[in-house]
């Protein structure tokens, strides 16, 4: 009504005496209106909210008790009172849901299985409490699966979902249950995750099916795909199962690998490797991937003998052949034969014939018994046949090798050995001694015999006792045809070594190789002692059984005397010397002087003035040499004029070398009668003043042209065409000795009239028989020799020499073999008469090349009568000599 306002409202629920909510407005607006409310009843959960249109009385947290029919009065001002009821219906959603597999039991983690591929699943969703009974159903992602739904009791529904065939696709697959009862609220549900067991999609032998190498290693590798979980991976050589494997999975478990190492062998060609993987949980879930092996290997070879052939029977002259088995995967490209070690190839002329897998040897001989063996080869390799051991019998034969010369002294017992090669072995001996003049056997008690081998006693008593030692064997195949010759000689002294060379020289050592000589009947050794040059001092003494030396710790840059000699029982042999030095050490080379720890250092600039000093000086030596050279050959000549002008007094003896290599001759003269020396044959042309060396076509006849000749040539022939001299001579005295040595040659000696101003000339010469050959030794640069003239001596009274003929001619022997290089003759002439020269004539230098390397340098030759020569003395005529230096 107008005007008209609410005073208060009253709740009150169905059942309740008293009321619930009260809210009062009288006398007060409505903001400021009391609220009440029951507290057993809505405990402070209730509130009328009198702004809204219409009215309302909130209720939170509604309980299932707040349910029932309430009613609402409200009194007015002026109207009468109204009263409203209203039902309140409270709905329960269900309280939970459980998730249960076909064995009952409650699935945990939200997983469910696993469950073998192809197999039938019933999972099972129970909701329990709700208000109405709730709505129970199951969903894969949006898609709606089963709404089938009971109620198995009070406050329990219950939805079975049911898979047929469970498929690879249904891995992992997530399926909601939920359950609903109204429409307000969001239903509850609860997923499940289905896990799957899965059998392999696949097996495969990774690579191709190539040939394999026997007895060598390979990796194969199987890869298994889509088996879940991992699957079991077994590898199968025919039914044996193959161990040594190894696994390794993909990051998401789909892909497995496993791989095996396999060493075939040559039993395993043809058969069948594979690969087997299955999932143990699936019954029957195995597949497998496999290969045919197929093997490769080095050839398998046998071989034997020839069929009809008996190994032990076999003697030489017959014909046998091998047989060789082959096993081989490839085949063989090559068949070839071994002897021995050594290849045999096919030689028909000389008995061997190689047919591919067999091989004929005809004629056998004893070289061919050995070890025979067949190689053939493929792309593996040479396999190698076993061993045939070929036994030819023979009759004995002397061994190679053997000793044949023995030296041995009188009434020395001498051990005879002789070794036979026979087959069989089984060989009785005959001894026996022979010499110019009889043939003697050797009793049994004095050698005995070991199978093929025997040792005969001899002692020679006389000198007809050496001879030579003949030995027979004989088995059961025959006589030896050949005995063995063992020659029984004097023992002696071995024979120097000879080629003897210096190699490798250092700074510390030195390398000697000779080559042996005779040993002298016996066993030798070679010694080689190394003195120092300058002190003459035993530096090393080495010992060895053959000639090859190595010394070392030798000092640096000094030079040494090496002596060789062989040595046996009897004694030594002559020492063969040799010359050697040591190199220079390479700190006594350097261009750096160290003092005192400072060390020089020299500048270029200081280099070059260094180097044009020591030009000038150098250049200034050589000046003052060559001067003093100069002078001292006009002091020569000045006294030779003297003495050709003081006539009465002496004469001069000039002295010439040979040249190198040319031959030479020397004579001897007497009262026409030809005197045979040693090794020499005086002939007639010498004696009528015929020079044979015109008469030799091994000589360059002489040119009388003087623009073909030197400076001393010419003098040499100025001195020639003197006028008639005097000659003396001496007999030959040996260089070592200072008394006349008869052994050696005599000198011939012709007495001419003494003339003033006459001069001797000779030309001094070692005969070639008494040629002395030294051993080859290592020199330097052979230098300049000179020949000094001596006219102090005094001549013993001269012979008589009337009765020969002109021109004169006097010949020197003279022989010294330490001394004198090897094939180096002295010869000693006389001239024509001597016409005396101008005064400013320049005096003939007389010089002779160096005719040896020995120690002493000076070796007087004088010249005196000889006893043939019988004539007048003269008191105070002077000895005329020339002396090597």
Not at 144 to 155: A, M, N, Q, R, V
Not at 596 to 605: A, M, S
């Given at each position: 009504m107008p005007g008209d306002k609410v005073y208060l409202v009253i709740w009150y629920k169905e059942g309740a005496i008293t009321p619930i909510y009260s809210f009062d407005a009288r006398g007060k607006s409505f903001d400021q209106a009391r609220h009440w409310a029951d507290e057993q009843t809505l405990g402070g959960r209730a509130y009328f909210r009198f702004t809204d249109d219409p009215a309302k009385l909130t209720v939170e947290s509604v309980k299932d008790e707040d349910g029932g029919v309430y009613r609402c009065r409200v009194d007015f001002k002026k109207s009468p009172t109204r009263n409203t009821k209203v039902n309140l219906t409270v709905l329960?959603?269900?309280?939970?849901?459980?998730?249960?597999?076909?064995?009952?039991?409650?699935?945990?983690?939200?997983?469910?299985?696993?469950?073998?591929?192809?197999?039938?699943?019933?999972?099972?969703?129970?909701?329990?409490?709700?208000?109405?009974?709730?709505?129970?159903?199951?969903?894969?992602?949006?898609?709606?699966?089963?709404?089938?739904?009971?109620?198995?009791?009070?406050?329990?529904?219950?939805?079975?979902?049911?898979?047929?065939?469970?498929?690879?696709?249904?891995?992992?697959?997530?399926?909601?249950?939920?359950?609903?009862?109204?429409?307000?609220?969001?239903?509850?549900?609860?997923?499940?995750?289905?896990?799957?067991?899965?059998?392999?999609?696949s097996v495969r032998l990774k690579g191709q099916n190539d040939p394999l190498s026997a007895d060598n290693t390979y990796e194969l590798v199987c890869e298994v795909v889509g088996a879940r979980p991992e699957p079991v991976i077994t590898w199968w050589k025919g039914s044996i199962p193959l161990k040594n494997t190894r696994e390794r999975s993909s990051p998401d478990k789909n892909i497995t690998t496993s791989t095996l190492t396999f060493v075939p062998t040559l039993r395993d060609s043809g058969k069948y490797l594979s690969c087997r993987a299955g999932v143990p949980l699936i019954a029957d879930s195995a597949i497998e991937d496999g290969w045919r092996l197929n093997i490769h290997h080095v050839p398998i070879v046998t071989l034997e003998l020839g069929s009809n052939l008996n190994a032990s029977t076999i003697r030489e002259g017959v014909d046998v052949y091998f047989e060789c088995n082959i096993k081989s995967n490839p085949w063989v490209y090559k068949v070839s034969w071994r002897h021995n070690g050594k290849t045999l190839f096919n030689n028909a002329s000389a008995g061997t014939i190689v047919s591919n897998q067999s091989l004929v040897l005809q004629s056998v001989t004893r070289s061919r018994a050995g070890i025979y063996t067949c190689v053939g080869s493929n792309q593996e390799g040479d396999g190698e046949s076993n061993p045939v051991n070929l036994d030819v019998k023979f009759a004995p034969v002397c061994r190679t090798g053997q000793q044949k010369v023995y030296g041995?002294?009188?009434?020395?017992?001498?051990?005879?050995?002789?070794?036979?090669?026979?087959?069989?072995?089984?060989?009785?001996?005959?001894?026996?001694?022979?010499?110019?003049?009889?043939?003697?056997?050797?009793?049994?008690s004095h050698f005995v015999a070991d199978r093929a081998r025997s040792v005969a006693t001899y002692t020679p008593m006389t000198e007809l006792d050496y001879g030579t030692l003949l030995c027979w064997g004989r088995n059961e195949l025959g006589h030896q045809r050949h005995p063995c010759v063992f020659h029984i000689i004097p023992a002696g002294r071995p024979d120097p070594v000879h080629n003897c060379s210096i190699l490798n020289q250092t700074a510390e050592s030195l390398h000697v190789e000779c080559t042996e000589g005779f040993d002298g009947g016996l066993p030798q050794h070679f010694v080689m002692e190394v003195f120092d040059t300058q002190t003459h001092a035993l530096v090393s003494n080495v010992t060895n059984r053959t000639p090859v030396f190595t010394v070392g710790g030798l000092e640096s840059g000094l030079g040494f005397v090496i002596s060789v000699y062989a040595a046996n029982g009897k004694g030594r042999s002559d020492a063969v010397p040799l010359h050697a030095y040591t190199l220079k050490a390479a700190e006594k080379r350097t261009g750096i002087s160290v003092a005192?720890?400072?060390?020089?250092?020299?500048?270029?600039?200081l280099a070059v003035l260094v180097g044009v000093v020591a030009a000038l000086v150098l250049v200034a030596v050589v000046i003052v040499v060559v001067m003093r050279l100069r002078g001292h050959d006009d002091d020569d000549g000045d006294e030779d004029d003297e003495a050709m002008r003081n006539g009465g007094t002496g004469g001069v003896v000039g002295v010439r070398g040979t040249r190198k290599g040319a031959p030479q001759t020397a004579t001897h003269c007497t009262?026409?009668?030809?005197?045979?020396?040693?090794?020499?044959?005086?002939?007639?042309?010498?004696?009528?003043?015929?020079?044979?060396?015109?008469?030799?076509?091994?000589?360059?006849?002489?040119?009388?042209?003087?623009?073909?000749?030197?400076?001393?040539?010419?003098?040499?022939?100025?001195?020639?065409?003197?006028?008639?001299?005097?000659?003396?001579?001496?007999?030959?005295?040996?260089?070592?000795?200072?008394?006349?040595?008869?052994?050696?040659?005599?000198?011939?000696?012709?007495?001419?009239?003494?003339?003033?101003?006459?001069?001797?000339?000779?030309?001094?010469?070692?005969?070639?028989?008494?040629?002395?050959?030294?051993?080859?030794?290592?020199?330097?640069?052979?230098?300049?020799?000179?020949?000094?003239?001596?006219?102090?001596?005094?001549?013993?009274?001269?012979?008589?020499?009337?009765?020969?003929?002109?021109?004169?001619?006097?010949?020197?022997?003279?022989?010294?073999?330490?001394?004198m290089h090897p094939q180096t003759q002295l010869h000693m002439h006389l001239h024509q008469p001597h016409h005396p020269r101008p005064e400013d004539d320049e005096p003939p230098s007389v010089e002779t090349p160096l005719m040896s390397n020995h120690r002493e340098s000076t070796i007087p030759v004088p010249v005196l009568p000889q006893d043939q020569c019988r004539g007048s003395y003269q008191p105070g005529q002077r000895v005329v000599s020339a002396t090597r230096f």
């Open positions: 329960i959603p269900p309280e939970s849901l459980s998730i249960i597999d076909e064995k009952g039991t409650t699935v945990q983690h939200y997983i469910i299985g696993p469950y073998n591929e192809g197999s039938t699943v019933e999972i099972t969703c129970i909701a329990t409490g709700g208000r109405p009974t709730p709505r129970v159903t199951w969903w894969q992602e949006n898609a709606l699966l089963d709404d089938s739904f009971e109620t198995i009791s009070d406050k329990r529904v219950r939805n079975v979902l049911r898979l047929e065939r469970l498929e690879r696709r249904h891995l992992n697959t997530v399926y909601t249950c939920q359950a609903s009862n109204n429409n307000l609220v969001a239903p509850i549900s609860s997923a499940v995750t289905l896990d799957m067991n899965l059998r392999p999609l041995v002294a009188r009434q020395e017992a001498a051990k005879i050995l002789c070794e036979l090669e026979a087959n069989p072995k089984d060989v009785s001996f005959i001894w026996k001694f022979n010499n110019t003049s009889e043939a003697i056997d050797i009793q049994q005192q720890g400072t060390i020089l250092h020299i500048t270029p600039i009262n026409g009668v030809d005197e045979k020396t040693p090794g020499q044959t005086l002939g007639k042309d010498i004696c009528d003043g015929t020079d044979p060396d015109e008469k030799n076509p091994d000589i360059i006849p002489q040119n009388n042209d003087n623009d073909y000749q030197d400076a001393d040539e010419k003098a040499f022939e100025k001195l020639n065409n003197t006028s008639t001299r005097m000659y003396e001579t001496l007999p030959h005295i040996h260089p070592h000795s200072n008394h006349m040595d008869s052994s050696y040659d005599s000198v011939n000696v012709m007495n001419i009239p003494k003339m003033v101003e006459d001069i001797t000339y000779a030309e001094l010469a070692l005969p070639k028989a008494h040629t002395v050959y030294a051993p080859p030794v290592s020199r330097r640069q052979e230098p300049t020799v000179y020949a000094q003239i001596d006219v102090s001596k005094k001549v013993p009274p001269p012979m008589d020499c009337s009765g020969l003929s002109q021109p004169q001619q006097l010949l020197l022997h003279h022989q010294h073999p330490p001394m």
